[in-house]
């Protein structure tokens, strides 16, 4: 799943090592559902519980959702968020949110088609290896 969003976000993927994908599947605050055609991995979403401060609750950030090019349109990418929220109502989180880039049109209108509520927020990056970046 990991290689079909890289490749689907025009990465070359990289190897991670059986540790690493052993400890990220097994934190209860990361969520990965794949999609399938028979054996086959199309498409994944995954997302990030978020502990709010404001009150005992958390919101769950997705993080990255993909679907392979021959598998699009074709409700793949619809029905991972459905499994997702759906699990998140499951686990008593309410809300769920996902940032698009201005700019990537298809994400966009995808997210758009499928009703959230829209907000107009700009998100920020940090080098956090730099010292001179902020």
């Known amino acids: 799943m990991f290689a079909v969003m890289a490749a689907a976000f025009g990465e070359v993927p990289q190897p991670l090592g059986d540790a690493y994908v052993r400890r990220l599947l097994t934190d209860d605050s990361f969520w990965a559902v794949a999609a399938f055609d028979g054996p086959r991995v199309v498409g994944g979403i995954t997302a990030h519980t978020l502990p709010m401060t404001r009150s005992e609750s958390s ?15 074709r409700g793949v990418g619809r029905r991972l968020v459905d499994a997702l929220r759906a699990l998140a109502q499951e686990a008593g989180i309410p809300v ?11 994400a966009l209108a995808f997210y758009r088609s499928l009703a959230g509520e829209e907000s107009g927020v700009a998100f920020f990056t940090w080098d956090a290896t730099d010292p001179r970046s902020g």
Do not use: C, Q, T
Request: net charge negative; proline share 4%.
């Open 59 to 73: 919101e769950l950030f997705v993080y990255d959702l993909a679907v392979h090019g021959e598998h699009r349109r």
């Open 96 to 106: 769920v949110f996902v940032p698009a880039e201005d700019d990537d049109a298809d």
